[in-house]
RNA sequence: GCGCCCGUAGCUCAGUCGGAUAGAGCAUCAGCCUUCUAAGCUGAGGGUCGUUGGUUCGAUUCCAACCGGGCGCACCA
């Protein structure tokens, strides 16, 4: 097209410097083609020509217009609709085939290196739902950075310093004292779940013994440690059956106990960005672009939040990083501002830091609302929702929506096994084309590679929907990673599964297994006539479905995979 | 009050860089299993893209105002 265009120029035919965007987009009618563009129509103010003269001129400078496309058309106002020769689309199944599980894979990151930074919740109680959702974004951001060419690193802030881990060691200290018949005062905002006992009681199993006559302070120092451990090990035990790995725990506590908040703040002042006022160190944000300026430290001494922050993201920055990626809760959106300042405080463009926020997470059982109410400590875990619709479900759930926007997440569709619950849509459509190598086996029927088959008997237009379909994941795959938007890789995937499961529907892939069974059938040597009826399915044009069937089966796992969700053999 | 996000079918939501007759799922209604997995498929009805202006050959998309909803505006995390 654009070899058309600069044609066109050299010729003088047409006289704009510079072009528009050049866009080829798959038009929505299917005899508006395969491809359509409206270059013509953007170039007409330019041109000063009518749209139609300026796409006949590309027209007839498309070279190779022969061998590309079977009907090249210009429509109503200036659109120029192309559609492109069966042999060009069956050679996408022969790149399928090729790359396999690196089909759509890209290079657009260019080894940049990017921090993924995800769920990072404080280790006070078990993960919530709406950390799941956290996950399934991170994680998936991740694995779509990485597959389109960017070097990522995952990573789990733990915040494991400050009032926060206080309150759990203090109300672990009042469970532990309760149980020996010793009541202290409950902490007047401290943590009321249940696990806080079962904490508590594995204290006194545990380490009672030497805890027996120290005190006060230290037993709720011990208290507090052993939470913090006991919590940590339980939230990484989730995130494990939730199928997330990360490559790297980052501790708030290891920045705060080794100096280096103090440090960074030191260097900060040293450099003007902090003030002292009313006692207090303030962050100069402001001067980045934040509405006003930030307490770092209080009154007291204590650091704040944004103190041991500042000198995290300046570790991510030290660390060599590209990009940083936060998933942040959505009520968290107020922050941005001030991070983004931390990290043109340090010379780099804000946008170096990238916030993807998460939306509530609205659970419903049978369409009724659940009711959480985190404050009495009843809220439903990540666990339980795992433990109750699968890991996959929920995953794919959480992908279903924009992840900054709210999410209705129903636990009795999410378990539901039927067409109306897409995760299994999309993983049926996986485990049925499995399905059809097992029959084919058992048959005896070959299932030749795509580059070793006659892929030009492939001309219906249901066979070449889907290879196009196919032909469009490296574009889905790389919009939803450099847009950090998962949900359309699970809108695309439960596209392609529906048109799969019509395929499947309509046409036969392998031949009836019936010629036999219906011969068998009939004594009287009448044959049922019942069953060719449908389609005439030569060896050859099997061969190519199956073909077809392999590419699909390959874009299928290669999507699921991409979001962390298994893609079944069999279901 | 200020800032950010959102408003698309009865419900939940897609809609990329401004393009053609705005899509999907659910729900409703009517159908499809002697066949490669019915955990599936086919068809029908359903719309003032919150409102009003503006930019444009063309606006669900961009801009402004307004209406309605959510969230945030700590020396909390």
Wanted: charged share 25%.
């Amino acid at each position: 097209m654009i070899g058309a265009l600069n044609g066109a120029k050299q010729k003088g035919q047409l006289k704009t410097e510079a072009w528009p965007l050049v866009s080829l987009d798959s038009p929505k009618r299917p005899e508006w083609g395969d491809l359509a563009s409206t270059v013509a129509m953007s170039l007409a103010a330019s041109e000063q020509r009518a749209p139609h003269d300026i796409a006949q001129i590309i027209i007839d400078n498309l070279t190779q217009r022969e061998q590309l496309f079977d009907r090249v058309e210009i429509v109503r106002p200036g659109f120029l609709n192309l559609t492109v020769k069966p042999a060009i689309w069956q050679e996408v199944l022969r790149e399928i085939e090729a790359e396999g599980a690196g089909y759509g894979r890209a290079d657009l990151g260019k080894h940049q290196r990017v921090l993924v930074e995800y769920v990072s919740a404080n280790p006070t109680g078990p993960l919530h739902v709406g950390h799941g959702r956290g996950a399934a974004v991170g994680q998936a951001v991740a694995n779509m950075l990485k597959a389109v060419g960017y070097d990522v690193v995952s990573e789990y802030y733990i915040n494991d310093a400050g009032r926060q881990m206080k309150l759990l060691g203090a109300s672990v200290y009042a469970r532990y004292e309760q149980l020996s018949n010793r009541p202290v005062e409950f902490p007047a905002e401290g943590y009321h779940g249940s696990y806080i006992t079962a904490v508590a009681e594995r204290v006194k199993q545990q380490i009672g013994p030497e805890l027996a006559g120290r005190p006060a302070v230290e037993v709720e120092e011990r208290c507090r440690t052993f939470a913090n451990q006991e919590l940590l090990n339980l939230i990484r035990e989730d995130l494990k059956s939730f199928g997330i790995e990360f490559e790297s725990w980052f501790s708030e506590a290891s920045l705060v106990n080794s100096g280096a908040v103090q440090r960074v703040l030191d260097e900060l002042q040293s450099q003007q960005f902090l003030f002292e006022q009313e006692g207090a160190w303030w962050f100069r944000s402001s001067a980045f672009g934040d509405e006003k300026d930030r307490v770092v430290r209080k009154q007291d001494g204590e650091y704040t939040y944004l103190a041991s922050d500042i000198a995290y993201h300046r570790d991510k920055l030290q660390r060599g990083f590209d990009l940083l990626i936060d998933v942040w809760g959505a009520d968290h959106h107020g922050y941005i501002p001030r991070m983004q300042a931390v990290v043109q405080a340090y010379g780099h463009p804000k946008d170096r830091l990238q916030v993807v926020l998460v939306q509530m997470v609205n659970l419903l059982r049978g369409g009724k609302k659940v009711e959480m109410s985190k404050r009495a400590g009843e809220f439903i875990t990540m666990r339980e929702v795992i433990d109750e619709v699968g890991a996959d479900a929920a995953k794919f759930f959480f992908l279903m929506r924009d992840s900054d926007s709210h999410l209705d997440f129903d636990l009795e569709l999410a378990k539901q096994r039927s067409s109306d619950n897409p995760v299994y849509y999309v993983q049926y459509a996986h485990a049925r084309i499995a399905s059809l190598w097992r029959v084919a086996t058992a048959r005896g029927i070959a299932c030749p590679l795509p580059s070793q088959t006659n892929l030009a008997v492939l001309t219906d237009q249901d066979e070449l929907g889907l290879i196009r379909k196919l032909s469009a994941y490296p574009s889905v795959l790389q919009g939803s990673a450099t847009a950090y938007e998962p949900h359309r890789m699970t809108y695309y995937l439960q596209q392609l599964a529906g048109l799969l499961h019509t395929f499947y529907n309509k046409h036969r892939i392998l031949p009836p297994a019936a010629d036999r069974d219906l011969l068998m059938a009939a004594p009287d040597g009448v044959v049922s006539t019942d069953e060719p009826q449908k389609e005439a399915l030569s060896p050859e044009r099997t061969a190519a479905r199956l073909a077809l069937m392999s590419g699909v089966q390959q874009v299928l796992r290669n999507g699921l995979k991409a979001l962390g969700i298994s893609a079944p053999e069999q279901m």
